[in-house]
Protein backbone atom coordinates (compact mmCIF):
# COMPACT_ATOMS: atom_id res chain seq x y z
CA UNK A 1 0.00 0.00 0.00
CA UNK A 2 1.31 3.69 -0.60
CA UNK A 3 -0.27 6.90 -0.58
CA UNK A 4 1.62 9.94 -1.58
CA UNK A 5 0.95 13.07 -1.36
CA UNK A 6 1.20 16.37 -3.31
CA UNK A 7 0.48 19.87 -3.91
CA UNK A 8 1.50 21.64 -0.51
CA UNK A 9 3.73 24.75 -0.45
CA UNK A 10 3.92 28.59 0.81
CA UNK A 11 0.40 30.44 0.34
CA UNK A 12 -0.68 33.95 1.40
CA UNK A 13 -3.49 34.20 3.63
CA UNK A 14 -6.86 33.84 1.25
CA UNK A 15 -5.01 31.89 -1.49
CA UNK A 16 -6.07 28.35 -2.67
CA UNK A 17 -3.97 24.93 -3.06
CA UNK A 18 -5.11 21.52 -4.25
CA UNK A 19 -3.57 18.87 -2.55
CA UNK A 20 -3.95 15.34 -3.95
CA UNK A 21 -2.50 11.94 -2.79
CA UNK A 22 -1.75 8.99 -5.35
CA UNK A 23 -2.42 5.42 -3.69
CA UNK A 24 -1.27 2.49 -5.01
CA UNK A 25 -1.53 -1.36 -3.82
CA UNK A 26 -5.20 -1.80 -3.09
CA UNK A 27 -8.57 -0.85 -4.85
CA UNK A 28 -8.79 2.32 -4.21
CA UNK A 29 -12.47 2.67 -5.16
CA UNK A 30 -13.37 -0.20 -2.63
CA UNK A 31 -12.18 2.28 0.19
CA UNK A 32 -13.29 5.77 2.29
CA UNK A 33 -10.84 8.00 2.47
CA UNK A 34 -9.96 11.25 4.31
CA UNK A 35 -7.29 14.06 5.01
CA UNK A 36 -6.15 14.70 8.21
CA UNK A 37 -3.35 17.68 9.57
CA UNK A 38 -0.99 18.35 12.03
CA UNK A 39 0.44 21.73 13.05
CA UNK A 40 3.57 21.84 15.16
CA UNK A 41 2.40 20.62 18.85
CA UNK A 42 -1.13 19.67 17.73
CA UNK A 43 -2.20 16.33 17.59
CA UNK A 44 -3.65 15.13 13.91
CA UNK A 45 -7.20 15.86 13.25
CA UNK A 46 -9.34 15.06 11.07
CA UNK A 47 -10.34 17.69 7.87
CA UNK A 48 -12.49 15.82 5.37
CA UNK A 49 -13.70 12.30 4.37
CA UNK A 50 -15.27 10.72 1.57
CA UNK A 51 -17.05 7.56 1.18
CA UNK A 52 -16.00 5.04 -1.37
CA UNK A 53 -19.52 6.35 -2.72
CA UNK A 54 -18.63 10.07 -3.81
CA UNK A 55 -21.54 11.61 -2.78
CA UNK A 56 -20.80 10.79 0.77
CA UNK A 57 -18.69 13.82 2.64
CA UNK A 58 -18.16 15.06 5.77
CA UNK A 59 -16.11 18.01 6.74
CA UNK A 60 -14.31 19.50 10.32
CA UNK A 61 -16.41 22.79 11.61
CA UNK A 62 -13.02 24.71 11.05
CA UNK A 63 -13.34 24.00 7.22
CA UNK A 64 -16.70 23.56 6.17
CA UNK A 65 -17.61 25.99 3.04
CA UNK A 66 -13.53 26.46 2.27
CA UNK A 67 -12.37 23.03 1.55
CA UNK A 68 -13.27 20.47 -0.37
CA UNK A 69 -12.82 16.94 -0.80
CA UNK A 70 -13.23 14.56 -3.77
CA UNK A 71 -11.73 11.52 -5.49
CA UNK A 72 -11.29 10.27 -9.47
CA UNK A 73 -11.32 6.17 -8.45
CA UNK A 74 -10.17 6.49 -12.66
CA UNK A 75 -6.82 7.92 -11.64
CA UNK A 76 -6.44 6.22 -7.92
CA UNK A 77 -5.86 10.42 -7.04
CA UNK A 78 -7.90 11.35 -3.86
CA UNK A 79 -8.02 15.50 -3.32
CA UNK A 80 -8.72 18.50 -1.57
CA UNK A 81 -8.93 21.52 -3.04
CA UNK A 82 -8.38 24.06 -0.09
CA UNK A 83 -10.14 27.69 -0.72
CA UNK A 84 -9.72 30.81 1.67
CA UNK A 85 -6.81 29.88 3.60
CA UNK A 86 -6.31 31.22 7.10
CA UNK A 87 -2.95 30.82 9.01
CA UNK A 88 -4.12 28.16 11.16
CA UNK A 89 -4.34 26.07 8.53
CA UNK A 90 -0.84 25.82 8.56
CA UNK A 91 0.09 22.04 8.91
CA UNK A 92 1.01 18.68 7.49
CA UNK A 93 -1.50 17.16 5.71
CA UNK A 94 -1.73 13.49 5.84
CA UNK A 95 -4.27 11.31 3.22
CA UNK A 96 -5.12 7.83 5.35
CA UNK A 97 -7.12 5.15 3.71
CA UNK A 98 -10.28 3.14 5.20
CA UNK A 99 -12.13 5.56 6.99
CA UNK A 100 -13.78 8.96 6.36
CA UNK A 101 -13.71 9.34 10.01
CA UNK A 102 -9.43 9.82 10.22
CA UNK A 103 -9.34 5.80 11.52
CA UNK A 104 -7.46 5.47 8.91
CA UNK A 105 -5.08 1.68 8.45
CA UNK A 106 -2.51 3.90 6.04
CA UNK A 107 -0.97 6.80 6.01
CA UNK A 108 0.70 8.55 3.35
CA UNK A 109 3.82 10.33 4.11
CA UNK A 110 2.18 14.31 4.47
CA UNK A 111 2.66 17.16 2.70
CA UNK A 112 3.37 20.82 4.31
CA UNK A 113 1.23 23.84 3.54
CA UNK A 114 2.37 27.08 5.10
CA UNK A 115 -0.11 30.18 5.08
CA UNK A 116 1.85 33.28 6.19
CA UNK A 117 2.14 36.76 4.24
Known amino acids: VQLVESGGGLVQPGGSLRLSCVVS????????MSWSRQAPGKERELVAG????????NYADSVKGRFTISRDNAKNTLYLQMNSLKSDDTAVYYC???????????WGQGTQVTVSS
Open 25 to 32: GFTFSNYA
Open 50 to 57: IGSNIGNT
Open 96 to 106: GKGSRWGRASD
